[in-house]
């Protein structure tokens, strides 16, 4: 453990015992690691929820040039994906749920990108010129799939690309939720090479004012979670699987607070019973 102050997006050490076994390991050949996997995902962390800059990274974190490296690298490897994958899991079965999801809510997020190189495209309804991160959640809201698009691409098309990167990968997926900017041949198109129901949820016309809608708000909650990290605030990144990278990232860090915060919970309740235990005894 470093000697360094501790941030508050640094990780505890219950986070990290629950992270360390699903890193990546030393690679058979190439260079020898150099500095701590969790100082990495530290300052990866910090990066995210502060919102600055690779350059900008504080001095006592390891060069930003390394960290860089280690969050490109396990964005290119699958490594990001993976751990989002695996955390999930873990948090439904917390929550008694089955491993593999069987209903799901989709929705997208409009976000400006800046000067940057990149593809990005020009949403007309919300008149903003960027990109969509196009998102499918479980009924817990953790992340399923994430697609990274330009702003002009339809909510109905970008869906598609979604469920057919979702279908191969979920099985068990049954029906999903939209709201009305999914209506039309998505739908049937869904059921024809799937077999998955989406089901559109619409807000009443008798309606006024703010209304939580069933399932939608799920999906919509998970967006404004994301939304909390600075660097979310708008796209920054050239590619949009490096964007997608991001999204996951938010996503691992939120989860890791959950399942640190159950096992603590588990770990308390442990003592309670030993020390109960052990009264009787000696009763």
Not at 171 to 185: E, I, M, P, R, T
Request: include cysteine; charge should be positive; aromatic fraction near 8%.
């Amino acid at each position: 453990m470093t000697n360094r102050k501790i941030y508050s997006t640094d990780l505890s050490q219950t986070e990290w015992q629950i992270i360390q076994p699903l890193l990546p390991g030393q690679k058979a050949r190439g260079r020898k690691l150099v500095y701590s996997r969790r100082e990495i995902l530290n300052a990866i962390f910090y990066l995210v929820r502060a919102g600055c800059a690779w350059r900008l990274l504080p001095h006592d974190f390891p060069p930003y040039r390394s960290v860089f490296h280690y969050y490109r690298a396990w964005q290119k490897d699958g490594t990001w994906s993976a751990l989002n994958d695996l955390l999930r899991g873990q948090v439904r079965q917390v929550e008694g749920r089955n491993i593999n999801p069987s209903a799901g809510i989709i929705d997208s997020q409009t976000v400006k990108t800046t000067e940057q190189a990149g593809p990005r495209g020009f949403n007309g309804h919300k008149l903003i010129r960027g990109r969509k991160r196009h998102i499918l959640v479980d009924t817990l809201g953790l992340l399923l799939i994430v697609v990274v698009h330009t702003a002009d691409i339809a909510d109905s098309q970008g869906a598609r690309m979604v469920l057919s990167k979702a279908r191969w990968r979920f099985k068990s997926l049954k029906h999903v939720w939209a709201d009305g900017g999914y209506v039309g041949s998505l739908i049937e198109w869904a059921k024809h090479n799937f077999n998955l129901v989406v089901q559109v949820v619409k807000r009443s016309d008798n309606d006024k004012g703010f209304k939580v809608l069933a399932r939608r708000w799920v999906v919509e909650r998970t967006l404004g979670w994301i939304s909390r990290n600075r660097r979310m605030a708008k796209d920054y990144e050239s590619l949009p699987e490096s964007s997608e990278a991001l999204v996951q990232i938010t996503m691992i860090r939120l989860m890791l607070v959950r399942l640190a915060k159950h096992r603590k919970c588990e770990l308390k309740k442990k003592e309670i019973a030993l020390a109960r235990e052990g009264y009787a005894l000696v009763a």
